[in-house]
């Protein structure tokens, strides 16, 4: 490309939309001026978001990175701009969600002076980026914007900070816009160049299972390997468990599929896993969500890890046999050497689990949100991209909107951020502009990030906000009840705003749902309502309980199926 | 923290320690990159691992350097660190060495007070861990001893009879043995 007259700032943004960039959430400032500036001096196809706080930028770029799979861009400035970011880039760290994080920073010769908006947000962020840079020369942009797109979309994905200095965005740029990546330490293509013998190996050991398992995970997902997953599940006869960031990959509604495993996961699931001969993970990271004890988890059966990342390879559970490499190409090597396994038994053994305990609930007693999410699955067909938050809604979401398809449920698994639903389902917006998308959360985790109302009416989504209002945080008040003896404290959301009204003070439209027959009434008026969002409080039952449950740290075969009789001992696991 | 282009030497710990029988010797190389040796220590530190003793220095090619990191502890945890060191994009290859197959070896500084009464002595002992003599004055010597880690505390017990002032080690650093890249 020839040189042209640009400063750093208009360097940057051009080298963003080179690598494929098409939008950008954030909040100015004085150290990112420079870039703001930019963004009205040069033509740029990438759309600015203006958002109400930082945070929400993060879970934006994040939410619209878990829609689309492709990853957005976050312009904030330094100091306190930065530190607002931590908390979504942790939540995307942890689910390996690819974005690029630009913070402005003070010039160049302030540094470490305490200098005003400061902060070392190179160091700050460390622990929580799969990489970052911090920029020493303006000629330098481009390079550095090319590796991180690089590094964030290639091998186990996650985000990548850059931070420039105000002095070497304003500057003059007389460098090359296309230069050469310097990553010698990085070479993800190895993802694709794996161990032709250990998939060998795996279809070896497959061979003789009778009580296969298939455990698919978000990295199956993000390796775009549904059809994959799908032919090797069908040829193998195998049933399918999914993990919460997993749903969709393999349809949840297919004959073969148990939904989701782990502490909340479904019944049928977690006893397949108990009794499962071979488990065969591709794309999961054996969570501690989801194996429980991990010495008791699969006793009795050969384990197999698929992973793209080495380093999670006998991380929580050592595996009888492993490929490290990307899912979709392994796979593809792994279905030419696998037939249909003797397996009916134990399918049928399991099909008849789903029906010995169905996930259910009772109508009766007041409003439910598994009623509420049950029919909104029906209403939508399970076609809707479902953003959540954390808590109880987000398991009861999990088990009762069934998901067909990668791409279409967003929610923090790994960090379990509150605040994330409603501004992931922004941004999963502006990415599909043409689904239905459906912010699921609580009472607590809304009043997070709410202020983004103002940006989801600015940009005319069609959202419809599904506020689950019991009043309380309602999972840590489940933990109270089973495990503290019922002694509430810190739960309890006196002084809820009234959601409707909040939605209208910022020019949204608000409806209530009180009573269990008025559910389908309601969800039906805010899908037709396409004008902008639309936001419900459903003002749902104050002490219900997610069940089936496991407690933290037990073995999946202690799962509580229904509300204990006895008085239980704290959880030994982890939180 | 930037790496500089030249010996950056750190801590040592007691020599018991670096005895014990899971000790290890990880060899990092890594591209000269701002942050690279607080990423390292990062991925340690939250793991609840200690350090006992870091070198970095300049590799041949002015664009890496190389740790050498010791260290002691379990040998499970210390896979999945090894594995998530290598992981950092910075880090180029990070191995763990055995005493078998490479060459581990220290250099240390002791300073010790001595007046002319004892030189002698102290001399004859230098002498046999063939020390240098670097200082010397009316009431003090500094001795520097290379080798590996044994004969440093060898050294170190043997002159304890004298009043040791100081003392500085350089912690490991470790060549692989024959033709094969450390």
Redesign the interface.
Known sequence: MAKQELDGAQALLKCLENEGIEIMFGYSGGAVLPIFDALETIKTKIKFVMVRHEQGAVHMADGYARATGKPACVLVTSGPGAGNTITGIMTADMDSIPMIIITGQQVTWMLGKDAFQEADI??IS??VV???Y?V?ATNDIPRLVKEAYH?ATTGRQGPVLIDIPKDLSQGPFDGELDQEMD????NPEKSFDFDKAEVKAIAEAIKFSKKPLILAGQGAMLAKADVELKYFAETLNSPVTNTLLGKGVFPESHELSLGMLGMHGTAYANKAIVEADLIISVGSRFDDRIIGQADKFGRLATIIHIDI???EI??MIVPHYQCVGDAKAILTELNKHIERLDSDEWVEKVQGLKKKFPLSYKIHGGLKMQHVLDEFYNLTEGKAIMATDVGQHQMWAAQFYKCDKSFQWLTSGGAGTMGFGFPAAIGAQLGRPDDIVVAVVGDGGFQMTSFELATAVIEKLPIIILVLNNHYLGMVRQWQELFFDERESGVDLVGNPDFVKLAEAYGATGYNLKRPADVRKVLEKALAHRGGPVLINAEVTKHENVFPMIPAGAALEDMLIEPPKEKLAKPTGST | MAVENKVIVTTDKSPMILHSSSQHNLSVYVSNSPGVLARIAQTFARRNYNIESLVVSPGMDGRFSRMTIGLSGDEGSLDQIIMQVSKLIDVVNCVDHSFETSVVKEFAMIKILCGIDKRSEALQIAEHFGCKTLDLTRTSMIFSVAGDSKKVDALVEMISNFEVVEMVRTGKVVMVRGESRT
């Not at chain 1, 990553?183 to 990085?186: C, E």
């Open positions: 190179f160091g460390m622990p799969k990489h970052s911090l020493k590094i990553l010698p330490g990085y990342d080495p380093a006998g991380k």
